[in-house]
């Protein structure tokens, strides 16, 4: 039996992983995101109430948590104040325990993403069928399903939905993107700025294609869940690639404020394998080593990069102990 780790999330200030296939949460409790039928916040790992194995997966949202559950289903607990655990009952805005996602039932759901007020499951029909269903908020259409609503409390399909096996999806402050198998990079919801990259400034319903990628297909996706609307893609290639407001820093590029929303390529050796977006920070998997790099605000050093300076405008290696 595997008694390692072999998921984790973070939330906006809660934490979960999966160990020997149970799921375990720790840190801020106030909206029931830790999951064990408590009030009070955890200062260390807490088994989740009934999830004490066939846990395959957990992803994080603001305040909420998502399982996705070894019998092709998926589970969520926490914030529900826009239906964003699935459950569709209205009225209930907290769960301390997990409570069963409705809608998609049929054993078949192969991943699971939660968002600031939103949750997805991505649907395994067979045959490169493949279905993206999503809940929660949808006031500016990023659930994608070509409806605007405050709350969505049962899965919607996205349609058009990401065709064939879905490579990867993200969450930011009211939109949300994926990759689909053929590595096509599309994105729906609040597009004010221009965060979903379309080259319009459109709030749409239904997912768009991001323009401006290099060539080849998109492998990884990462958005922030800051108020400040950031997207990073890496290619099939390893080019890593960015988009959206670092007016509180940093793109990554040398520059240390600056707004664009247009993916831009990031210098440097172009074999990035992963990506995650902090409120003000990334940090990127890269080359054959699988090296850590991080970049931007460092006011609370947590880049790990040791450096002292309140921001580094371009990626450094974290420093591991004893050079590991």
């Not at 993403?113 to 993206?132: K, P, Y």
Request: proline fraction near 5%.
């Amino acid at each position: 039996m595997d008694t390692g780790v072999t998921s984790i999330c973070a939330g906006d200030a809660h934490t979960c992983a999966v160990k020997g296939g149970a799921a375990y949460c720790w840190g801020s409790n106030q909206f029931g995101a830790v999951g064990n039928n408590q009030t009070v916040d955890s200062p260390v790992a807490a088994q989740v109430f009934g999830l004490s194995s066939g846990v395959v997966k957990v992803s994080c949202g603001i305040y909420h948590t998502c399982a996705l559950l070894a019998t092709g289903t998926i589970s969520c607990w926490g914030d529900n104040s826009y239906g964003q655990c699935g459950d569709g009952v209205a009225g209930t805005n907290v769960y301390r325990v997990p409570v069963p996602v409705v809608n998609i039932t049929n054993g078949n759901v192969v991943d699971v993403l939660a968002g600031r007020s939103i949750s997805c499951g991505v649907i395994d029909n067979g045959g490169q069928e493949f279905e993206t269903w999503c809940w929660g908020s949808n006031l500016y259409g990023q659930l994608g399903n070509g409806a605007t609503a405050l709350q969505q409390r049962i899965p919607a399909k996205m349609n058009p939905g990401l065709a064939g096996p879905v490579r990867d999806l993200a969450s930011g402050v009211d939109f949300v993107c994926g990759i689909d198998g053929s590595g096509q990079t599309q994105c729906t919801g609040l597009n004010d700025i221009g965060q979903l990259a379309d080259g319009t400034t459109t709030t749409t319903s239904t997912l768009v294609p991001v323009v401006g990628l290099s060539p080849g297909g998109s492998s990884k996706i990462a958005s922030s869940l800051s108020d400040k609307p950031r997207t990073c893609v890496v290619m099939e290639s390893g080019a890593l690639q960015c988009w959206g407001d670092y007016t509180r820093c940093c793109l990554g590029n040398g520059t240390a404020s600056i707004t664009v929303m247009v993916p831009t390529l990031l210098p440097g050796p172009q074999n990035h394998k992963d990506v995650s977006l902090g409120s003000n920070h990334a940090c990127t998997i890269r080359g054959d080593n699988d090296e850590v790099w991080c970049w931007g605000v460092n006011g609370n050093r947590q880049l790990g990069v040791g450096s002292t300076e309140s921001t580094v405008l371009e990626p450094m290696p974290v420093v591991f102990p004893n050079g590991n």
